[in-house]
């Protein structure tokens, strides 16, 4: 049982899960696109919040989020599902793919074999596509990789019902209706106004643009407060949010430049074309920001100070607060 | 980011299996795609997180050594897993699991227990016993 399905790599998994379910059910809808239609851009520092000892940094909304606000922008009807066992949740795959439909489901990458090595934590929030089923071998569609895999029964099993933050509970998700008349630019006015909302007008500290002053604040006095050594992988866990695999590299902020260059196009607004390139310099200072923590991280840093990397995070935060305000401003 | 700037720090992190995709810029401002086979600042800290895991890995070997813990606190750090995190996989009580990792606690577990144990790390019986 094998469906035909076209697989495309993408920077992210769920955006790029997005991207080719719709596309297999012909809705063109690019990786950007589906990053701005589902408002995929965020930003918030929760030092109360923990994983594995560090305080929670994070680019995005919660994962899971995208592919719901990119639904309901754009009238597309999802079945989602949980399951208390693992032979329910394959007997549910199986009977989709005797359907036809290839089926997103949520797993862990520490369970995903064809995976390399250094990628497998425990991060039970990564989303692949299952297309169809030779034997006791899943076919798989896993965005971030070039090629198409293969996963065993067993080790699909294992990675459906990781444990963990949070427990994945075999979950997983297929359109069961796809408008063919979908107004895409008022799906795209709804997701980018949703972002810039939150990110240039939330008025609390740990959330949207503010909150990078915030970790500014609070990058500034790490190794004070927690000694040298400390401090580094605190510092480490910042970056490894911005960049590791997943989350599409400086923190989305490229993705979304992409994204307002193809709104720009499709409303015919040259205005937001300025933007895409207002975005793609913060992006850069991300990228500088990150590339100076490495350093402090292998003890490169040549007289480098932890202000002087809460001063690049206060500057990336200010200007990211009025980029986003000027686009909550924007008439679309 | 413009397109010839991204990054191809390869340090076979990637295995050679495949590049990672990321947006960048052409010379006219233009968004698409460009593979990437790594990043500098980004080995950095995937390095330093495995360092710090297999620097936990070797403490607890040396504290099973010394008759502190039970080989059960190796197979969970090489796992990269904690107490709570090991206690929801075994579908037990954190204070039974914080039991099993001393090594009295852990001689006296029946052979279901240390099944399902070896179960959860996908090794043998056998092997849960040991520290390889």
Redesign the interface.
């Known amino acids: 049982m094998i469906i035909d399905f076209e697989h495309r790599?993408?920077?992210h998994c769920e955006t790029g899960v997005i991207s080719n379910l719709m596309r297999h059910h012909g809705l063109d809808i690019s990786e950007?696109l589906a990053l701005g239609i589902g408002s995929g851009l965020f930003f918030a520092h929760m030092p109360f919040i923990k994983v594995n000892g560090l305080p929670v940094t994070t680019y995005r909304i919660m994962p899971g989020d995208i592919f719901k606000k990119f639904s309901k922008r754009t009238g597309v009807e999802m079945k989602r599902e949980k399951f208390s066992s693992p032979e329910k949740a394959m007997n549910a795959l199986d009977a989709c793919l005797e359907q036809g439909l290839p089926v997103g489901m949520l797993t862990s990458v520490?369970y995903l074999p064809?995976l390399?090595?250094?990628?497998r934590?425990?991060f039970n929030a990564h989303n692949i596509v299952v297309y169809g089923k030779e034997g006791d071998d899943y076919l798989v569609s896993d965005p971030?990789?070039?090629?198409t895999e293969v996963i065993d029964r067993r080790m699909l099993i294992?990675a459906r019902f990781a444990?963990?933050m949070p427990?994945t509970n075999g979950r997983m998700y297929y359109p069961t209706h796809v408008p063919q008349d979908v107004d895409i630019n008022a799906a795209i006015i709804k997701g980018l106004k949703y972002t810039a909302k939150d990110m240039g007008t939330i008025p609390l500290p740990i959330f949207g643009g503010r909150a990078i002053g915030f970790l500014a604040s609070r990058v500034a006095n790490y190794d004070k407060k927690y000694g040298r050594e400390e401090a580094?992988?605190y510092l480490?866990?910042i970056?490894?949010m911005q960049?590791?695999?997943g989350t599409?590299?400086?923190g989305f902020r490229?993705?979304f430049?992409?994204f307002l260059?193809e709104a720009s196009t499709r409303l015919g607004n040259p205005i937001l074309y300025k933007k895409?390139?207002e975005i793609?310099k913060i992006?850069?200072l991300w990228?500088n920001f990150?590339?100076d923590?490495?350093?402090m991280?292998?003890d490169r840093a040549d007289g480098m100070t932890y202000q002087d990397l809460a001063d690049q995070l206060n500057d990336i935060g200010k200007k990211e607060i009025l980029f986003f305000q000027s686009i909550h401003k924007m008439k679309l | 980011?413009k397109k010839d700037e991204v990054p191809q720090d390869d340090e076979n992190?990637?295995?050679g299996?495949?590049?990672?995709?990321?947006?960048?810029?052409d010379e006219d401002?233009?968004?698409g795609?460009v593979?990437?086979s790594g990043?500098?600042?980004?080995n950095?800290?995937?390095n330093?997180?495995?360092d710090?895991i297999n620097k936990k890995v070797e403490e607890t070997k040396m504290k099973i050594e010394a008759g502190e813990l039970s080989p059960l606190a190796y197979h969970m750090e090489k796992?990269?897993?904690d107490v709570g995190?090991l206690s929801?996989?075994m579908d037990i009580s954190k204070r039974n699991v914080s039991k099993h990792l001393e090594p009295s606690g852990f001689k006296s577990l029946d052979e279901k227990t240390l099944k399902q144990y070896a179960e959860v790390f996908?090794i043998t019986v056998q092997e849960l016993k040991k520290t390889e």
């Open positions: 790599q993408s920077a950007p520490f064809y390399p090595r250094a990628f934590f425990h971030i990789l070039e090629k294992r444990k963990g427990n580094k992988k480490g866990n970056v490894r960049e590791e695999i599409g590299g400086a490229f993705m430049g992409a260059q895409s390139l793609t992006g850069d990228r990150a590339y923590c490495g350093r991280v292998k | 980011m992190l990637f295995e299996k495949f590049k990672v995709v990321k947006y960048a810029v401002g233009k968004y795609t593979g990437s990043w500098e600042p980004e950095v800290v995937l330093q997180a495995w710090e796992n990269i897993m995190m929801q996989y996908d």
